[in-house]
């Protein structure tokens, strides 16, 4: 199994930067990707950003050109260093792992999230 943990949430005001990080135990070399989310008061969780074992990322729009996802395998933890935050990026972001149990099922691990505010 796979588990992950998130931290580095928190306030900042609109125009900085913040980075979180998702650190990962367990069976990780079962990892085949890792995404950001984030769910904000009232609306759907999003996908914000994902990593691939290749290396590949993919961003939403809203973020392209402002947060970057990046995998550190050595540490096994996957950063999001979000800059030139807005109002609009404050929400709990959570961190998601896919992976593939020993019997060959695809799994999907959550973890509880941390809470991005940005102020105006």
């Known amino acids: 199994q796979v588990q992950v943990v998130e931290s580095g949430g928190g306030l900042v005001q609109a125009g900085g930067s913040l980075r979180v990080s998702c650190a990962t135990s367990?069976?990780?070399?079962?990892?085949?990707?890792i995404g950001w989310y984030r769910q904000a008061p009232g609306k759907q969780r999003e996908l914000v950003a994902g990593?691939?074992?290749?290396?590949?990322?993919n961003y939403a729009d809203s973020v392209k050109g402002r947060f970057t996802i990046s995998r550190i395998n050595a540490e096994n933890t996957v950063y999001l260093q979000m800059n030139s935050l807005k109002p609009e990026d404050t929400a709990v972001y959570y961190c998601?792992?896919?992976?593939?149990?020993?019997?060959?099922?695809?799994?999907?691990?959550w973890g509880q999230g941390t809470l991005v505010t940005v102020s105006s």
């Open positions: 367990g069976s990780t070399f079962s990892i085949n990707a």
């Open positions: 998601n792992a896919d992976f593939t149990a020993p019997g060959g099922a695809y799994l999907e691990v």
């Open positions: 990593v691939s074992t290749d290396g590949s990322t």
